[in-house]
């Protein structure tokens, strides 16, 4: 739901993505925290409310954003 949302919102803003650009955004944006936070969830001992889940989701992808951006600074 996520990704379509962020989607959405770059194709109706005027973004021009390629195929690879759409694929990228998806597997680093949403693939990539889903699997990590369900895999949490799963192997947790306490059950889950969906706000952890989504709290826990979040926070995934902004960690995931945080190492997208760190790995396209370049270093002197």
Same mark, same amino acid.
């Given at each position: 739901?996520? !990704? ?6 770059? &194709? ?10 759409? +694929? !990228? &955004?998806?597997?680093? %944006?949403?693939? &990539?925290?889903? &699997?990590? #936070? +369900? %895999? ?8 889950? #409310? ?14 995931? /954003?945080?190492?997208? /951006? ?7």
């Amino acid at each position: 739901m996520l !990704y379509f949302l962020v989607l959405c919102v770059l &194709l109706f803003g005027g973004a021009k993505l390629s195929a690879y650009q759409i +694929g !990228y &955004l998806f597997g680093e %944006i949403c693939v &990539l925290p889903a &699997l990590a #936070t +369900g %895999i949490w969830g799963w192997f947790s001992k306490k059950n889950w #409310t969906w706000l952890r889940f989504l709290v826990t989701f979040i926070a995934f992808v902004v960690l995931s /954003v945080i190492v997208q /951006v760190s790995n396209q600074v370049q270093h002197p």
